[in-house]
Nanobody
Framework: QVQLVESGGGLVQAGGSLRLSCAASRSINSINAMGWYRQAPGKLRELVARSTTGAMANYADSVKGRFTISRDNAKNTIYLQMNSLKPEDTAVYYC????????????????WGQGTQVTVSS
């Protein structure tokens, strides 16, 4: 129902910044919740930040005050601004969408992008 394409990952030194983008193949106004997850080697995938329609964004404790999730409805894109990056932020970052409205019916499946690598050097 929706394709997600991430971009913006890369290699950055500790203390630096990156901005990730996730472009959706349909209007994000029709998607209840979009967010960012990450998975480091040998670890489970974890929520980083999520934007839900009609609610405040929520963040993992480890990124509060450093990361900001935002949406550009005109571009059907969400962003993750990451500041003051730390080596422990190194992971593959995935865009996620849940609750896609299609023809008045909600699809509760979770959709994922292909992921983008973020590497923070010390």
């Amino acid at each position: 129902q929706v394709q997600l394409v991430e971009s913006g990952g890369g290699l950055v030194q500790a203390g630096g910044s990156l901005r990730l983008s996730c472009a959706a193949s349909r209007s994000i106004n029709s998607i209840n919740a979009m967010g960012w997850y990450r998975q480091a080697p040998g670890k489970l995938r974890e929520l980083v930040a999520r934007s839900t329609t009609g609610a405040m964004a929520n963040y993992a404790d480890s990124v509060k005050g450093r990361f900001t999730i935002s949406r550009d409805n005109a571009k059907n894109t969400i962003y993750l601004q990451m500041n003051s990056l730390k080596p422990e932020d190194t992971a593959v970052y995935y865009c996620n969408a849940v609750g896609v409205w299609v023809g008045g019916v909600i699809d509760v499946s979770a959709y994922w992008g292909q992921g983008t690598q973020v590497t923070v050097s010390s």
